[in-house]
């Protein structure tokens, strides 16, 4: 995504400065993002980034995040992310015009189906996953995107030699062209599906080694 600038701001949590990478759109483009702020799917003007501490435990995200995004000059309706990785050591990947930036905390790797654990899992420790496709995805070609998206992180993990699927807590958010006649597909053997596939597991493999 750094075909966008990408700056490095901070914000005060816990005691402390943390890092917040900022992304602000040369235009408003449509997005369909997990994030705890500006989720799901519509027009987004930017996105955020920020890094907290391992202890974060916070139940009002979108609040936060949302005051963050004021008190760092963003105007509008955009998507924000939390993660305890460090994302200065972010990870980005290119292909064919996909640009792709992960962040990528391990700290507590799960298993999507495992049994219900007594113990409740940490809420932070992350994968975060931003992707910029250059051409219009009509609306379920977006959804289908995410799971491609998903896939190519689990893919990833597995590479790595990971057992585990992610952590409980990771988000994607994926964003492209308001304009133009959209495409229908977004699987990984589409033409912008597999072209994101690639760029992911590439970005969240590079996050991981980091």
């Not at 993002?33 to 920020?50: D, E, I, K, M």
């Not at 905390?105 to 189906?113: C, N, Q, T």
């Not at 958010?173 to 053997?189: D, K, S, T, Y």
């Not at 994101?196 to 991981?208: D, F, P, T």
Request: contains cysteine; positive net charge.
């Amino acid at each position: 995504m750094d075909v966008m600038e990408c700056q490095t701001r901070s914000h005060r949590e816990g005691g402390r400065e943390w890092p917040v990478l900022v992304w602000r759109l040369p235009e408003p483009m449509r997005a369909i993002a997990s994030a705890p702020h500006g989720g799901g799917l519509g027009p987004r003007r930017w996105v955020l980034n920020a890094q907290v501490p391992g202890s974060y435990a916070r139940r009002d995200p979108d609040h936060h995040l949302r005051r963050l995004a004021i008190s760092l000059g963003l105007p509008g309706r955009g998507v924000g992310l939390l993660t305890a990785a460090d994302v200065r050591a972010r990870a980005s990947a290119e292909d064919g015009g996909v640009m792709v930036t992960a962040t990528v905390g391990l700290g507590h790797p799960v298993l999507a189906a495992a049994p219900e654990e007594a113990v409740r899992p940490p809420l932070v420790g992350t994968i975060n996953v931003i992707a910029l496709l250059p051409e219009r995805l009509g609306d379920s070609a977006l959804v289908n995107a995410v799971a491609t998206a998903t896939e190519a992180k689990v893919q990833a993990l597995g590479e790595l030699g990971l057992g585990a699927t992610g952590t409980a807590t990771d988000a994607v958010c994926i964003l492209c062209p308001e304009g133009g006649r959209p495409h229908l597909f977004g699987g990984p053997r589409s033409l912008w599906g597999s072209r994101l596939a690639r760029a992911v597991n590439q970005a969240v493999r590079a996050g991981a080694r980091r």
